[in-house]
């Protein structure tokens, strides 16, 4: 699939698992909140959303990706960081967990105007997940409520263009034999509880002019690395400038943390950014594999890709 090459891509960390103020910046590529030096303080919670701003020629494109668990943490974050719900162009849900949709009814409430939500069909199952603890969920999101408030939808199964400048890659393809959906994920389908393959979990790619490909991923229940394969196969670019998110590899264990190590390594990001869901211990792991290369995502923090 053609892929327009954008002039930069920068993404905001709205809302992630993570705050902290004495993380280190790389000017110019990773910039950090200096404390003090906004209206409101940022909050840490659960979930994620960011603030997606694309160029292209003096054009200028701003996407939500996610809304995070609830509205508290999203609309305080968004106002601290000087964002508006009205300023959005289009807004994308990764995947239908609520810890990525919480704050979507009111964002959409909050706005006057139509707006343009991209998601996979499948996103509209209840969810439920099964643990040591007992049974959580169900959760669901609605379509007719989002219609409601002014959603106009964009629902998607395979490949398709955000506003004709991003990608959204579908139902991911299959590539490695070490990364399967963890075993205590359900969904619902035609009133059945069934394993949740989560066929509804896809990657935001964008092109940068002369850098390569950005993704960035909301849990990568499918895993972090058929997500890049698969986006490298669907624009025909190989070169990876960043890959963002949550990687959801902590819970999968030490052989699932070792063998993804292998594959990122093999593709050679220039940047990573891992945070929400990926766990103490992967991140541990990530930060002494590629200690030129990864960053915690925090709460705050602005990646910029081009010009």
Partial sequence: MQLPALT???????????????????????????????PKPL??????????????????????????????PFFNNLEALSHAPAEADALVV???????YGGLIE????????????????????????????????WALKREELEKLGAVLQVNRGPALV??????????????????????AKRVVAGQEEHDPFTDEQALVMNVAGRGLVVVAGCSHPGV?????????????????????????????????????????????????????TGFKALSQLALAFPDSFMVSCVGTRVIVGQ
């Avoid at 990764?94 to 990525?100: A, C, E, Q, R, W």
């Avoid at 506003?163 to 205590?184: C, F, K, M, R, V």
């Fill in 163 to 184: 506003l004709d400048q991003a990608l959204l890659t579908g139902t991911i393809e299959a590539s490695t034999p070490y990364e399967t959906p963890l075993p205590g």
């Fill in 94 to 100: 990764s995947h239908g967990h609520p810890d990525h």
């Fill in 225 to 277: 690395v058929n997500m890049i394969r698969y986006a490298q196969k669907l624009t025909g670019i190989e070169k990876l400038a960043a890959l963002i998110g949550g990687f959801h590899l902590t819970a999968g264990g030490p052989e699932l943390i070792r063998q993804t190590i292998q594959g990122l390594t093999a593709l050679n990001p220039e940047l990573i950014v891992a945070g929400h869901c």
């Fill in 107 to 138: 964002f959409l409430g909050r706005r006057t105007t139509p707006l343009p939500i991209y998601l996979h069909e499948d996103s509209f199952f209840p969810k439920l997940l099964i643990t040591p603890r007992g049974r959580i969920g169900p």
């Fill in 43 to 72: 909050v840490a919670a659960h979930g994620l959303a960011y603030w997606i701003t694309l160029t292209s020629n003096g054009q200028v494109t701003r996407l939500v990706m996610d809304t995070a668990n609830s509205p508290l």
């Fill in 8 to 38: 930069s891509v920068t993404v905001e960390v709205l809302v992630d698992n993570f705050y902290d103020v004495f993380e280190t910046s790389r000017p110019g590529l990773v910039e950090r909140v200096a404390p003090g030096r906004l």
